[in-house]
């Protein structure tokens, strides 16, 4: 049971628009500590995608924007496109545990 | 080229120890902190340990604090994770990852990770 409560899959057409939820609480998203997303596409190593809530590196396609409220995130992939299918990873920070944690996962399927 | 390389990776029994390794290029190591995260088969991302860039203090997981040992050597450029009494559950991909530090911690660079497996 992850600290940070995702969806386990979402699904989309191409063209569409799909956002996925990251659900924490006081004592991580609640607490003001940022929130970032990581993007692991099939047999390959995670990739940061989105880092301070809504900050995209470089490199990173403008379709994805994050967003923060409360105790909750959001990720929104906008345009969708074949190669956005992978596993998508909130991530934070944890005061009660003292550890940085991760959501567990949401699979993301284009149609 | 920035590059991290994970290697120390490889079957190992229960109670046994590994020492996985990430060697670093293309960044000034010694300014960031550095990370592993671990991957079980078919699991989700899990944090494991951390270092930071300076004072050496370092950050575990419940579930690997007094088994496991980060350490780091900046003449080297390389991160290193001391594993012993090793469980089944440590059985995982190991990835090593650069650190930002901004209110939190966040992971911008990372391996292509490195597999340990604890079976008999």
């Known amino acids: 049971q992850s600290v940070l409560t995702q969806p386990p899959s979402v699904s989309g057409a191409p063209g569409q628009r799909v956002t996925i939820s990251c659900t924490g609480s006081?004592?991580?998203?609640?607490?003001?500590?940022?929130v970032h997303w990581y993007q692991q596409l099939p047999a390959t190593a995670p990739k940061l995608l989105i880092s301070?809530?809504?900050n995209r590196p470089s490199g990173v396609p403008d379709r994805f924007s994050g967003s923060k409220s409360g105790a909750s995130a959001s990720l929104a992939i906008s345009g969708l496109q074949g190669d956005d299918e992978a596993e998508y990873y909130c991530?934070?920070?944890?005061?009660?545990?003292?550890?940085?944690?991760f959501g567990g996962g949401t699979r993301l399927t284009v149609l | 080229e920035v590059q991290l390389l994970e290697s120390g990776g490889g079957l190992a029994q229960p109670g046994g120890s590994l020492r996985l390794s990430c060697a670093v290029s293309?960044?000034?190591?010694?300014?960031?902190?550095m990370t592993w995260v671990r991957q079980a088969p078919g699991k989700g991302l899990e944090w494991v340990s951390g270092?930071?860039?300076?004072?050496?203090?370092?950050y575990y997981a419940d579930s690997v604090r007094g088994r496991f040992t980060i350490s780091r050597d900046n003449s080297k450029n390389t991160l290193y994770l001391d594993m012993n009494s090793l469980r089944a559950e440590d059985t995982a991909v190991y990835y090593c990852?650069?650190?930002?530090?901004?209110?939190?911690?966040?992971?911008?660079?990372w391996g292509r990770g490195t597999l340990v497996t604890v079976s008999s």
């Open positions: 990852a650069k650190v930002t530090v901004t209110h939190t911690w966040f992971f911008d660079l």
């Open positions: 293309g960044f000034t190591f010694s300014n960031y902190p």
């Open positions: 270092i930071r860039d300076f004072h050496n203090h370092t």
């Open positions: 006081s004592s991580n998203i609640g607490a003001g500590y940022d």
């Open positions: 301070v809530n809504n």
């Open positions: 991530q934070s920070y944890d005061s009660s545990l003292t550890a940085w944690v």
